[in-house]
């Protein structure tokens, strides 16, 4: 089952003791007899985790009777059959789970998803935070030795489960408990800053007034809420705005206040990094001089509805001298964000949300300095985070087709289902607390539609073209070309052909690519199969349910459900969120829309319902109805989140007598298409939106916050 060969060893006594306990007390247990009372380093009985360890050998567990019940709920948690738990049964069947996950029997998503449940349905979070404290210390501690690299590891953990700012002093506490020294780590000097203005966040100013930008930034980036980031940087950027004021007259030209200005920034280490002041926008000065005249041939490349917004930073724009892409969203699928900056300002490519954590891109200064947002399509791992950006953004999101409209219903929706859950929503130190119906009106008015292949200056220097990316209707790759260097961001694309699109048909000539890895070195689509899979499976059950993403993937099974001639024989319907979209994209057949009294599904009926994991909606309520119905088929057809309704469904964990037949569908392109792609083209290749983790060759995978310079 596993491949358990020796127990994990650590230098933490505390935590080595309870490990070889655990080790004696199987052997115990092997042997028939009883394991002496007491608890384990949770206030759980020690029987939890030989439960797990012999799991990890294969042992025989029948005699760990308190375990085996923790067991039995942790799978009902599993399956989300179990919904009025208390805090601390919770807890206890958290902690098996930990201990399982120590011996390998769980991953880090098992663990994940038992925390985000957690949120889901206990109210009083305070427990379960802190049992989360310890668990994480515990769980880094096996592997990692010194304060320093517990606390990075740590860090890294409540960025993965998504959970709310701890102050670092907590976990000293918990260090304490465990005999593990993460004290003497927060007491040194890079965290005094932390911990002083999380502490006392009314005396920001105070902490910070006899350092620099840089200085107070570097102090604070790795372990200070956004928030309170956010706020040191509008505090710093009056005073060095006031300060270059005092520098400039009326009569400089635009050329000569941007030097002078940058003489101020440099010495007053307005900075980020040690080689780039952040971005000098005139525009922000009290009196700023007067603007040269706009290009004529520039002036008709701003779309209409920028050119209000936009005028003044245009009116500046002075040739870029470096140009630096800043990686937010790092390497992996979930929060798509980078900027690409330019000297006086930048734009940013998609700011999603991530649908496992509710976590959004990294928060850089930069990101205070954009002037515009291109959005690739309306799905939330793309769009989901606008709503907290535009909480102090001014200015406008671009995209192209219907992914205005569509990018509506999506966060309209993940307001009403309640995305992101609480208690983060009411922690105002968390950005995500701005995920609110106020700013997600403010990004449905903030928007500008662009065609494809059709140039517009959407910043001052920054050209754009778009190109159909064929992913979802309305996806776009955007072709940037600043002062002549060209990035290519795909944005999420298909080079397949489907049912919907041709394949997407991008250019190989740009300097710089930054693509869409989700299938890279994994096996090929193949869709004549699944046309194969509907035709037979329809043909020889009904009704029939099919669960399917919203954007995208109901259109193109609809499409394919009336070229293959089923919506001619059978009732075939689409409903809910899938059939807004639907006619917002203005995809249409032969189909029916599901009359709303409508309650059960009959023999002829074919049903495209959203929630492509079946974590919800109509989809999942259909399934309970029809699980025990031989005649009736499920299709559940692409990516399936761990531990999803969807993915126990095809693990095994759900219980059912219909026929569950698995297509494998993507709206991403087949790794032969994408490699061929990539191999053609000709400038540096970067990959982001990958679960790929080994070195491709000749590939640069940033990490999360990376930069790449450019010189122009
Ligand atoms: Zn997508």
Known sequence: MTNLKNPPKTKHKIIQKFLDQSESDLKLALKGKQIPKGEGLFGESREFIVFELAKALNQNTDTLNTAQQANDLLMLMFRDAKEDLSVETMIQAMTLCLHGFVFGNYNEEDFRFLYRYSLRYIRRQAPIEKWLRKAIVYLVAVNNESGKEILAEVRYWIQFLGAPFFMPSLFSEVGNELGIDIQTEIDGEKFRLVDAVTRHPQYLKEAVQDMTFLESFEGLKDWGPDVIQLQLLKMKKKKVYERAQEKIDSGMSVNDSVKAMKQVFVKDKFRTNKQTVLPIRLQELSSPPPGEAVDPVIFELIPQKLRMDLLPSVA?????????????????????????????????????????????????PELEMIDTVLISHSHLDHVGGLPILFEEFSGKWCSVGPTGGVTKILLDDALKIGTPFPPRKHDKHDLISRFNETNVQKVTKSHVKLEYGKSNEVGPGIVVTPIDACHIPGSAAYLIDIEGVKILYTGDFNMDKSALFPGANLPTDADYVIFDGTYWAREDFDRSKVREQFSKTIASHGPVIIPSFAVGRSQEILIMLDELGITKNRNVMVTGMAERVTKMVGVTGNWQSMKKNRIHLEESDVLVAGGGMMSGGLARHHFNEQRNNPKAAVMPCGYMAPRTPGWNLLHGYEPHECTVEYARLSAHSSATNLEAYIKSCKGKRIMVHTPFISQAKGIMIPKYKERIVIPT
């Open 316 to 364: 500046y724009s002075t040739k870029t001298k470096k140009i630096e892409i800043i990686f937010l969203g790092g390497p992996r699928i979930g929060r798509s964000g980078i900027i690409i900056k330019t000297d006086t300002g930048g734009i940013l490519l998609d700011f999603g949300m991530s649908v496992a954590n509710h976590r959004i891109p990294e928060w850089v």
